[in-house]
């Protein structure tokens, strides 16, 4: 069964630091591309950050690039987000979601086939 | 970026009913699009891509920058908030969401 189990969520100052994990299990995380996507409080879905399988290649919503790091560790089927200089406006569930990339006729598409269960983060004085 | 619009904003059907949600891509993404449903307090579910799908009722059809979600036949476990999604170009805009709620 495909799992995937957010942590390090909390409150934090504006200003401050957090590292969100995602731990997967029950599929080969080393082939997929892994996402982090967030959702503020009554609000919509909005991508914030991809890397590929090998992590060879990043890629960052402009409202983060600069202050997030996305990074993740094979060995340990675990996605990372590093998460500097917090804003208000980043308090949100983040969720990390797994990409398998699927390819038809020679066209890759991506798509987030499973999704953790969330993860709260609020900044605030 | 990628703007996503989705229409309508919200909607109440009755179950049976056959409902219709169009997302609109402010440039042309091929066929690279996905739909999502979500709960209250749960993760989004993917229900539809390009190289999926889920259950029977529910279909997805457009290329280019006009795409459609379609559910033949409203169940009560599909009253939920849907998004549109492209996945052309990073970053990976979602649609602003359609609120599905019961008549």
């Known amino acids: 069964e495909v799992q995937l189990v957010e942590s390090g969520g909390g409150l934090v100052q504006p200003g401050g630091s957090l590292r969100l994990s995602c731990a997967a299990s029950?599929?080969?995380?080393?082939?997929?591309?892994m996402h982090w996507v967030r959702q503020a409080p009554g609000k919509g879905l909005v991508w914030v950050s991809r890397?590929?399988?090998?992590?060879?290649?990043?890629a960052y919503a402009d409202s983060v690039k600069g202050r997030f790091t996305i990074s993740r560790d094979n060995a340990r089927n675990t996605l990372y987000l590093q998460m500097n200089s917090l804003r208000v406006e980043d308090t949100a569930v983040y969720y990390c979601?797994?990409?398998?990339?699927?390819?038809?006729?020679?066209?890759?598409?991506?798509?987030?086939?499973?999704w953790g269960q969330g993860n709260l983060v609020s900044v605030s004085s | 970026d990628i703007q996503m619009t989705q229409s309508p904003s919200s909607l109440s059907a009755s179950v049976g009913d056959r409902v219709t949600i169009t997302c609109r891509a402010s440039?042309?993404?091929?066929?690279?699009l996905n739909w999502y449903q979500q709960k209250p307090g749960k993760a989004p579910e993917l229900l539809i891509s390009?190289?999926?799908?889920?259950p029977s009722r529910f279909s997805g059809s457009g290329s280019g920058t006009d795409f459609t979600l379609t559910i033949s036949s409203l169940q009560p476990e599909d009253f939920a908030t849907y998004y549109c999604?492209?996945?052309?170009?990073?970053?990976?805009?979602f649609g602003q969401g359609t609120k599905l709620e019961i008549k």
């Open positions: 979601a797994r990409d398998p990339d699927r390819c038809n006729g020679g066209i890759c598409y991506s798509q987030f086939d499973y």
């Open positions: 029950g599929f080969t995380f080393s082939s997929y591309w």
């Open positions: 890397i590929k399988s090998d992590a060879s290649s990043t």
């Open positions: 440039q042309r993404i091929s066929s690279h």
């Open positions: 390009p190289t999926s799908t889920f």
């Open positions: 999604q492209q996945s052309y170009s990073t970053p990976y805009t």
